[in-house]
């Protein structure tokens, strides 16, 4: 059987890609997103769009609570080198098994409330994850995630903000324990940092206005404390 000639011959590059390499797959949270609500996966792509951005030329970056780190691949794309990690082998064998060889990265089960990672990283980032550990426990979480950063280490938090959290829906609602203000978000990310940055952000727009409009948060940690 001949392989289907496009009209426009650039576009001919994607039906040999597909026949060559297959179509790539979304992981098993994108995936439930597309199906559900597919607006949701765009703002959670333009948060690791926002980090990759911020981490562009870094040497070797860790993401904690990969889940089926569908969007990692866009920071990848901008650093040297990156590992991730979940404390869920379930997305995690689902990352492995849809691994690609151009994108291939280090990929591993870790609960970080266990403790820190081997190996030295010169930024670190969670998405999505603070809000799921228990306030009594968020200090032993940062502080191992925070444990393998060089001295000139940045880390990058989000989370959806406090004032979010009437409009979340049950299924985000059922998981979140912990959100916060940016207030406070900056005030725990002081504790590790000489300086935080705080970046607040609606759907897929990131900007400086108004926190408590906000329905997501980022706090960028630069100068870690020793």
Known sequence: MSMPKTRETQYQVCVEHVAEQGFERMGLR???SWHQD???????????KFVAKMLAGRRH????????AFGTRIVQAEVGRLSALDFDPVFVEDVKARMVPRWQFDVFVHDMLDGPVPGSYDAVYALDVLEHIEPAKERVFLANGFASLDPHGVAIIGLPSLESQPYASPQSRAGHVNC????DLKALMLEYFHSVFIFSMNDEVVHTGFHKMANYLFALGADPRR
């Open 30 to 32: 994108s995936s439930e």
């Open 38 to 48: 597919p607006k949701h996966l765009v703002f959670r792509l333009s948060r690791y």
């Open 61 to 68: 970056v860790l993401e904690i609570g990969c889940g089926d």
């Open 180 to 183: 916060k203000s940016a207030p």
